[in-house]
Nanobody, 128 residues
Framework: QVQLVESGGGLVQAGGSLRLSCAAS????????MGWFRQAPGKEREFVAA????????VYADSLKGRFTISRDNTKNTVNLQMNSLKPEDTAVYYC?????????????????????WGQGTQVTVSS
């Protein structure tokens, strides 16, 4: 059974940083693109970042480039999201996702409903 378990969320002041981690129980973790998404109250789930199976290519939502960094460790079956210069509008539940298709596929909002695996989410709250 596939499990994605996020950790690292919490409350932080604006301008601060958080590092989210996702531990995956996928036996073939190294063959999956991994991504982070977020969903704020009353809003649809949106793409944040994705990384290819090798870690060689990353894709970010345009509005987050330069502040967020995604990385993965295939030896530990983990994917991380470093979030810097956080803003109140970054407040959301952050979800880890895994899919065998491309990072570009994950970045397409029309693909969200078809992504294979999701974690349960971790809350990030940024106070002003």
């Amino acid at each position: 059974q596939v499990q994605l378990v996020e950790s690292g969320g919490g409350l932080v002041q604006a301008g601060g940083s958080l590092r989210l981690s996702c531990a995956a129980s996928l036996r073939t973790f190294g063959y999956y693109s991994m991504g982070w998404f977020r969903q704020a109250p009353g809003k649809e789930r949106e793409f944040v970042a994705a990384i290819t199976w090798s870690g060689g290519t990353t894709v970010y939502a345009d509005s987050l480039k330069g502040r967020f960094t995604i990385s993965r460790d295939n030896t530990k079956n983990t994917v991380n999201l470093q979030m810097n210069s956080l803003k109140p509008e970054d407040t959301a539940v952050y979800y880890c996702a895994a899919d065998p298709r491309s990072t570009q596929y994950m970045a397409n909002s029309a693909s969200i409903a078809s992504i294979n695996y999701w974690g349960q989410g971790t809350q990030v709250t940024v106070s002003s």
